[in-house]
């Protein structure tokens, strides 16, 4: 019998070789698998991570937003803040100008409190003076000179202001400021208040006191102020006479003109066209003025500066719209630069009948 020939590779080691193989591949599932599951965990926590960063990206993109939005309200504050401090600023200085200006007002009233107090008084004087000076038949013998008459002179001084139907006129342009064109124009520049305070114009107030006191109380007045332009006293009464026996009239009347700021030229054609309006016509009439006009009814239209010749022409002219029949009285106050004015008043006041008087500083 033939022997049988020996097989290398035979059942058995294949089956060996197969499972041994199969065991490789079994270890490496195995291995590999395990590893999957472990970069899974390993993904699964990084996406977590990556979660998380991406919502803290989110929240420091609402911040950013939250921060830009409150550097844009921080700017807009800030901008209004600065204009409120520039306006706070603007208004505290302003706030100072009116203290100091309310200030100023304050002592010019109060100077102007002592001028009406120092007013008060000489009118109280010159009120004992008239009295003492009355025309009683009992006073005749206590005045140094009496002087009877017709009754319409008055003492030591002769203006006539009887009659029946009594105007006063007063100049209340700027000259009547100061007795100098320099001072008048260096007091232009003041206040009110300081204007109101200037020793001519007060004597001014003085006169007319004076002038008051002497009419008759039996008799009608109207009392007009003029400088370009003519106004009565007593406001809405320009074409009606007011009685002297009523004391609010005439207190009325006085008391308007202390509120008076003297200021532009001079028109006495205004002046007496304004007298004219009155029925009837007055009686008597009593000026007070510092000097010739500077102008007709209206400013010259060419002409900017007015001389001495040209201020005889418009008083001329003005005098032409004057009632003959009744007597001009012109009480002249003192002003440099106008030679021509007291032969010109008292020229008018002769041709009327009636007087002129260029009255010391201390009068009346």
Same mark, same amino acid.
């Given at each position: 019998m033939a022997r049988r020939k020996t097989e290398i590779f035979s059942m058995s080691f294949l089956d060996c070789i197969t499972c041994a193989f199969g065991s490789v591949v079994l270890v490496y599932t195995l291995i590999n698998a395990q590893g999957g599951l472990r970069r899974s965990a390993e993904t699964q926590?990084?996406?977590a991570e990556v979660d998380k960063l991406e919502q803290q990206v989110l929240e420091g993109y609402q911040n950013l937003v939250l921060v830009r939005n409150s550097l844009v309200q921080t700017d807009a504050?800030?901008?209004r803040t600065e204009g409120m401090g520039a306006r706070?600023?603007?208004?505290t200085q302003k706030t100072k100008e009116e203290l100091a200006d309310a200030d100023k007002a304050t002592t010019a009233r109060r100077a102007a409190i002592e001028a009406l107090k120092a007013d008060l008084k000489s009118i109280d004087e010159g009120k004992r003076r008239l009295e003492g000076g009355s025309k009683s038949e009992e006073a005749t013998g206590t005045r140094v000179q009496g002087f009877k008459g017709q009754g319409d002179r008055q003492y030591l001084t002769g203006l006539k202001v009887g009659g029946k139907h009594i105007v006063v006129l007063v100049d209340t342009s700027a000259s009547m400021l100061d007795e100098t064109v320099v001072n008048v124009l260096r007091m232009r520049n003041m206040s009110d208040a300081r204007k109101l305070l200037s020793d001519k114009w007060r004597r001014t107030?003085? $006169?007319v006191d004076w002038i008051a006191a002497q009419l008759p109380m039996?008799?009608?007045?109207?009392m007009f102020a003029f400088n370009t332009h003519a106004w009565p006293l007593l406001e809405g009464s320009g074409e009606r006479w007011l009685k002297v026996?009523?004391?609010?009239?005439? $207190?009325?009347a006085l008391g308007a003109l202390r509120k008076i700021v003297p200021k532009d030229g001079t028109s006495l054609e205004n002046a007496f066209l304004a007298m004219n309006a009155l029925s009837p016509v007055p009686d008597n009439v009593i000026l007070v003025t510092d000097g010739l006009p500077t102008q007709g009814t209206t400013a010259p239209l060419l002409k900017k500066t007015v001389d001495g010749e040209d201020r005889l022409k418009f008083f001329e002219r003005a005098f032409a719209r004057y009632p003959r029949a009744v007597p001009l009285n012109v009480i002249l106050m003192p002003m440099e630069g106008d030679p021509s004015a007291p032969s010109a008043f008292w020229l008018a006041s002769r041709r009327t009948g009636g007087s002129f008087l260029s009255p010391s500083k201390d009068w009346p």
């Amino acid at each position: 019998m033939a022997r049988r020939k020996t097989e290398i590779f035979s059942m058995s080691f294949l089956d060996c070789i197969t499972c041994a193989f199969g065991s490789v591949v079994l270890v490496y599932t195995l291995i590999n698998a395990q590893g999957g599951l472990r970069r899974s965990a390993e993904t699964q926590v990084m996406h977590a991570e990556v979660d998380k960063l991406e919502q803290q990206v989110l929240e420091g993109y609402q911040n950013l937003v939250l921060v830009r939005n409150s550097l844009v309200q921080t700017d807009a504050e800030r901008v209004r803040t600065e204009g409120m401090g520039a306006r706070v600023l603007e208004l505290t200085q302003k706030t100072k100008e009116e203290l100091a200006d309310a200030d100023k007002a304050t002592t010019a009233r109060r100077a102007a409190i002592e001028a009406l107090k120092a007013d008060l008084k000489s009118i109280d004087e010159g009120k004992r003076r008239l009295e003492g000076g009355s025309k009683s038949e009992e006073a005749t013998g206590t005045r140094v000179q009496g002087f009877k008459g017709q009754g319409d002179r008055q003492y030591l001084t002769g203006l006539k202001v009887g009659g029946k139907h009594i105007v006063v006129l007063v100049d209340t342009s700027a000259s009547m400021l100061d007795e100098t064109v320099v001072n008048v124009l260096r007091m232009r520049n003041m206040s009110d208040a300081r204007k109101l305070l200037s020793d001519k114009w007060r004597r001014t107030h003085s $006169t007319v006191d004076w002038i008051a006191a002497q009419l008759p109380m039996d008799s009608e007045f109207q009392m007009f102020a003029f400088n370009t332009h003519a106004w009565p006293l007593l406001e809405g009464s320009g074409e009606r006479w007011l009685k002297v026996s009523d004391p609010n009239a005439l $207190t009325d009347a006085l008391g308007a003109l202390r509120k008076i700021v003297p200021k532009d030229g001079t028109s006495l054609e205004n002046a007496f066209l304004a007298m004219n309006a009155l029925s009837p016509v007055p009686d008597n009439v009593i000026l007070v003025t510092d000097g010739l006009p500077t102008q007709g009814t209206t400013a010259p239209l060419l002409k900017k500066t007015v001389d001495g010749e040209d201020r005889l022409k418009f008083f001329e002219r003005a005098f032409a719209r004057y009632p003959r029949a009744v007597p001009l009285n012109v009480i002249l106050m003192p002003m440099e630069g106008d030679p021509s004015a007291p032969s010109a008043f008292w020229l008018a006041s002769r041709r009327t009948g009636g007087s002129f008087l260029s009255p010391s500083k201390d009068w009346p």
